[in-house]
């Protein structure tokens, strides 16, 4: 086995709290979509389908390293969206959340010499800096926008994915 059982058993409970990202971004894209808000819905698909490619990453990471993956049971997401900026707000809250987790996922294969584990988180620690990034910028559009979500819509339909020019 190249991993060890601590960081194994780390690493399935971030399995867990990706899937747990991926139900919340799935959440509020179901709201979104019964709202009539089809940009916003697409936004959030977007990050639902991506947290749950970071879950299979992990699980393939593990099942590679010869460990034993357990997916942990996932809460239900909240369900109640009070607006447009209160739902980008509960995602910038969650990706500082996934990166402080990430942090100490590092901590812990730098503390092992885990050198292997640490080349593959060094893709996540990257990665949440892009995350962070663009819910801070979706949220501070939607506050630039107000009360006129619609002015958000039209501006993600004209940008389109917000990543994809990164």
Do not use: C
């Amino acid at each position: 086995m190249l991993i060890s059982t601590t960081l194994n058993q780390a690493i399935n409970d971030q399995i867990g709290s990706e899937l747990s990202a991926s139900n919340q971004y799935l959440q509020l894209a179901a709201h979104f979509g019964s709202e009539d808000l089809p940009e916003l819905a697409a936004f959030f698909f977007r990050q639902s389908d991506e947290e749950r490619s970071h879950a299979l990453k992990f699980v393939h990471y593990i099942l590679d390293a010869g460990g034993k993956v357990t997916v942990p049971a996932v809460k239900a997401p909240p369900v109640e969206v009070k607006s447009a900026e209160h739902a980008a707000q509960m995602s910038l809250d969650w990706e500082k959340k996934v990166t402080d987790q990430i942090n100490g996922l590092l901590q812990m294969a730098t503390k092992e010499q885990d050198f292997a584990a640490l080349g593959f988180l060094g893709w996540f620690a990257g990665e949440q800096i892009e995350e962070v990034a663009t819910m801070t910028e979706l949220l501070n559009m939607i506050r630039r926008a107000g009360d006129q979500v619609l002015q958000v819509e039209s501006y993600l339909a004209r940008r389109g994915d917000p990543r994809g020019d990164r």
